[in-house]
């Protein structure tokens, strides 16, 4: 384990679930001496800039971003906007930036939004971790069917 390792988490006023509570529980439990910056955001459209300054700014090895993304039209265009501005600022910078993004409409009720969010949040923490202490621990789940909000669907067997 990487003793100096510094991880920031972004997220947002406009989510309706404190992602960020339980990225910092599995952080945590997975590095105990990673440091962890922290900077919220109001939308998903500021979460690039804050992605930059984390890992330019604040050196930080990896950022983790928690997005939520409403049901209309103009909110999924914004997800796109920000979702592509990432990818830029990782391809700039040449750091991990993991992505966690709720969409509201992925769920008939609050309760299985909430119970995605956390899912999908904590299992993105462990991949973040994972990715940036060691890689090449995740080759051993390739084809696996491993699902981030849901449960995993497993692997298909040849016919």
Request: proline share 6%.
């Amino acid at each position: 384990m990487v003793n100096t390792l510094k991880v920031g988490v972004v997220d947002t006023t406009f989510s309706r679930v404190d992602m960020s509570k339980f990225v910092i529980e599995e952080i945590v439990r997975l590095a105990p001496k990673a440091k962890i910056v922290r900077k919220t955001v109001p939308g998903i459209k500021d979460i690039p800039l804050a992605a930059l300054q984390l890992l330019e700014d604040e050196n930080c090895d990896g950022v983790i971003t928690l997005g939520w993304v409403g049901p209309s039209l103009v909110d999924k265009l914004s997800y796109v906007v920000s979702s592509m501005a990432l990818q830029l600022v990782m391809l700039r910078t040449k750091k991990r930036i993991i992505d966690v993004t709720i969409h509201e409409d992925e769920a008939k009720t609050e309760e299985e939004l909430y119970r995605i969010a956390e899912d999908r949040a904590r299992k993105h923490a462990r991949n973040l971790i994972i990715l940036l202490t060691a890689p090449e621990e995740l080759t051993k789940f390739a084809g696996k069917g491993l699902r981030q909000g849901h449960p995993d669907v497993g692997p298909i067997s040849p016919p």
